[in-house]
T-cell receptor
Framework: GAVVSQHPSWVICKSGTSVKIECRSLDFQATTMFWYRQFPKQSLMLMATSNEGSKATYEQGVEKDKFLINHASLTLSTLTVTSAHPEDSSFYIC?????????????FGPGTRLTVL | GESVGLHLPTLSVQEGDNSIINCAYSNSASDYFIWYKQESGKGPQFIIDIRSNMDKRQGQRVTVLLNKTVKHLSLQIAATQPGDSAVYFCAESGGSEKLVFGKGTKLTVNP
């Protein structure tokens, strides 16, 4: 099956610093990648959708200048949390889709646990 | 707006029993539904999906039922095992690539 990886799996940083999270599709080309955020005991909330070579589309309420998304290739998307604060501490999950119709199945990564001190 | 919700936030069953996890959705335009299993500290794992032109779909020990009349989705797990303990999410999609996730049900299987 399609495999999606994330790096790092966990990260601890100081308030005010920036953190980059990578999402890679290992055995398929992902035309679209999605970034989700999940707080403890809550559901996944979509943050943004990114298509290779174009700007990401952010969901309402998500600050695009704070959560920078780059989808430079068909196998890699990055999420950078800029000037991180403790309230940004969360579980960040990416997913990737090959764009195959009609199902557009999303394959999820293992998640990245971000803790901001 | 779109919303996908679950009736029960927690479910506790005995090993060997059947489990039923329910989900309600409000977007009548949704045409694709998926159940995911999420273990602690991990990403969602695909279990089974169903399209709106079907009422029932079966997998290995799992069955998904879709009732479009009342906008209800359920996941049935037969002979529940301790390894089935996790949080289960339904998700729906309609006309776009985006998925909308439900609130989740935590399933606990007691030995």
């Amino acid at each position: 099956g399609a495999v999606v990886s994330q790096h790092p799996s966990w990260v601890i940083c100081k308030s005010g610093t920036s953190v980059k999270i990578e999402c890679r599709s290992l055995d398929f080309q992902a035309t679209t990648m999605f970034w989700y955020r999940q707080f403890p005991k809550q559901s996944l909330m979509l943050m943004a959708t990114s298509n290779e070579g174009s700007k990401a589309t952010y969901e309402q309420g998500v600050e695009k200048d704070k959560f920078l998304i780059n989808h430079a290739s068909l196998t890699l998307s990055t999420l950078t949390v800029t000037s991180a604060h403790p309230e940004d501490s969360s579980f960040y999950i990416c997913s990737a889709s090959s764009g195959a119709v009609p199902y557009n199945e999303q394959f999820f990564g293992p998640g990245t646990r971000l803790t901001v001190l | 707006g779109e919303s996908v919700g679950l009736h029960l936030p927690t479910l506790s069953v005995q090993e060997g029993d059947n489990s039923i996890i329910n989900c309600a959705y409000s977007n009548s335009a949704s045409d694709y539904f998926i159940w995911y299993k999420q273990e602690s500290g991990k990403g969602p794992q695909f279990i089974i999906d169903i399209r709106s032109n079907m009422d029932k779909r079966q997998g290995q020990r799992v069955t998904v039922l879709l009732n479009k009349t009342v906008k209800h989705l359920s996941l049935q797990i037969a002979a529940t095992q301790p390894g089935d303990s996790a949080v289960y999410f339904c998700a729906e999609s309609g006309g776009s690539e985006k998925l909308v996730f439900g609130k989740g049900t935590k399933l606990t299987v007691n030995p």
